[in-house]
């Protein structure tokens, strides 16, 4: 069997998150820094392998996934979705061409979804990595 060896070396070391938060309105949030942004960002001495993730609008609006670096510049649009409420499944081809996933984050980038439009407590959305120590 083959298949991708950078994912077959981190799973003997990695650990799977899915960085999943539902309803952003209510009690502490940690992933939804307001009611139109969902951030997943690297912890401090981490490093991610983005493999992707969902989004689930429970109100009508467009939505942009892109990934940002530590100095919050745009390095990769990973999701471009017109006004809806269809889920989101990122990375989108449109968006990445070519680009080979896993794609590596260091301690303080982040996935950034933003949504056109204030959602409520039926909304969510995740971001599947695997991390390692840095």
Same mark, same amino acid.
């Given at each position: ?14 650990? %799977? @998150?899915?960085?999943?938060?539902? +309803?952003?309105?209510? /009690?502490?949030?940690? *992933? =939804?820094?307001? #009611? $139109? ?35 919050? %510049? @745009?390095?990769?649009?990973?999701? +471009?979705?017109?006004? /809806?409420?269809?889920? *989101? =499944?990122?990375? #989108? $081809? ?41």
């Amino acid at each position: 069997m083959s298949g991708n060896p950078i994912v077959a070396e981190l799973l003997t070391v990695a650990r %799977k @998150l899915d960085n999943y938060e539902i +309803d952003p309105v209510g /009690g502490l949030k940690v *992933l =939804w820094t307001d #009611t $139109t942004h969902y951030n997943a960002v690297v912890p401090a001495g981490k490093r991610w392998f983005l493999f992707g993730g969902y989004g689930a609008r429970d109100v009508v609006a467009t939505a942009k996934i892109y990934c940002f670096n530590l100095n919050d %510049k @745009l390095v990769l649009k990973l999701g +471009d979705f017109a006004a /809806g409420a269809a889920g *989101l =499944w990122y990375p #989108t $081809t449109a968006e990445t061409g070519n680009i080979v996933f896993p794609y590596p984050l260091d301690a303080g980038e982040y996935v950034q979804i933003l949504f056109s439009v204030a959602q409520t407590a039926g909304a969510y959305a995740t971001c599947f990595v695997l991390e390692v120590d840095a």
